[in-house]
């Protein structure tokens, strides 16, 4: 990104900005002093103490430093780039690079930032250093990045022979890393500098060892058209070398999706074992509170029902009414109030286990642990979760009393029967939900199986066993459907901090192709 907007875009918009020439090379390879030889004075320090170079020392002209800064280095800190003070030439800025082979990890970061951004690269090395495998690692992304190259190599014995041998290995080096071509087409410029080659200043080499190299800087700074052609050639070589970069986000992108689906689906099945652990506990009953039994209990009459249902079904229908009229009045709205209110007891406390279960799941992935460590309320359960169940559950309990509604007026001889009231006859439809016979008895120990025998038997002498049932199951469904929603709102908070994976996928696809119709 950073290369896209500092380089490419400045540079496609004009190819008359100033270029900017990179003196890249490892410790103590002579940059600096090919730098001070450029400068024609010592303006980059040098010495037996490496590295030497820490931050980029840019010479230009105070206009081509303003321009520089405002695209091809705009990415870098400012105080890592040092303006001096020298013999600038105007359309040409030289930059002395830290040591691409620093221990310093910021070095290497900043020397590896300018190969972004320069338009010709001067690498620099010597006759003992110049087969190191670190320096091309660097020019290995010179290759990619299609920067035009020159090839600086100093302190050659002075034997003649040795010199041949030396420069031609290096020329070998070059052809195997397919760095011996010019990205114009003609044949890698190579510069031999023997050992001890120095001019007046023991910092500065004698301006006619360079001599190729000098004649080159001064040819550009003197001809526009050939500073021109050089940033055409260094786009271009860029334009080609995003590719691989390119290719690469889209294999992160693509890896990134694998990791986002293993993230959501440890959230997903984490959330689903405790869903099926909350349905199983409410179909057990076991989170009714026996008191809030017993009152409905009292409701119904125990022994007067019991008696009626010993006696035969047919006998039940017609005595329903009377017996309900000489009952206490139906404790519904307490028995609904508490119910619900279990209800979201319980179902907070799975939701806070599987909230603590994924968020330490993820915590042990890399990828996610800094996510989780930004959001402490992902351990628990989310603040608004109760609200939001609480609604729902009211919901669920006027859908209970519109089914109850339908069916009774759905058979003209239940209207008997339903003169118990819908709200009654659906908090006994709501109870059958969590204490149902499945083979109980009346004499069934216990309060929830004694209030299960009665509420199943009263609603099938309302209603008939069928509808009995379908009532129970519709209402059981409404139920789990409500707290499945309200699982997934919770376990939503873990997807939203990442990304889809589709979104992933489709991103390097189409980064694959744009790369693809520029190379074409």
Known sequence: HDHVDSYLVPRARSLDAPLLVLLLGPTGAGKSTLMNTLAGTAVSRTGVLRPTTREAVLLATPEDAELLRLGPLMALPPARVVAVSGRPRPGVAIVDAPDIDSVEHDNRALADALVEAADLCLFVTTATRYADRVPWDVLHRVRERGLPLMVVVNRLPPDERDRRAVIEDVQRLMREGDLDARADGGRLELVGVAEGDLGDSPEMLR??????????????????????????????????????????VADDLEHEAIDVDALRRIAENTYAEEQRALEDELRGGRFLREEVLRQWQAFVGADQVTRLFASGIGRVRGALLAMFRGTPPAPIA??????????????????????????ASWQAEPFAAPLVAE?????????????????????????????????????????????????AAGVTVM???????????????????????LNQKLLEALFGEASM?????????????????????????????VPASSELRELAAELRATVTGIAA
């Not at 508490?338 to 979201?344: N, P």
């Not at 109870?431 to 025998?453: D, I, N, P, W, Y």
């Open 207 to 248: 301006p006619d060892a360079i001599a190729p190299v000098l004649g080159r800087i001064e040819e550009l700074a003197a001809d526009r058209e050939a500073r021109r052609e050089l940033a055409a050639l260094a786009l271009r070589g860029a334009l080609t070398g995003v590719g691989p970069l390119v290719h690469r």
């Open 334 to 359: 307490v028995v609904e109030e508490q119910t619900t209110r279990d209800l979201v007891a319980v179902t907070l406390a799975h939701a806070g286990d599987a909230a603590r279960r994924t968020a």
């Open 375 to 423: 959001d402490p309320s992902l351990w628990s359960a989310s603040p608004d979760l109760a609200l939001t169940l609480e609604n729902r559950l009211q919901e669920w309990l006027g859908s209970i009393a519109a089914d109850v509604s339908a069916t009774a007026a759905s058979k003209a001889r239940l209207a008997r029967g339903a003169s118990l009231g819908i709200n």
């Open 431 to 453: 109870l059958s939900v969590f204490a149902h016979t499945g083979g109980l008895t009346g004499a069934e120990v216990g309060v929830a199986g004694a209030t299960a025998f």
């Open 469 to 497: 049932r379908e009532l129970i199951e519709g209402a059981r469904r409404g139920l789990f459907t409500a707290l499945e929603a309200t699982l997934a709102d919770d376990r939503a908070r873990f997807e939203r901090l």
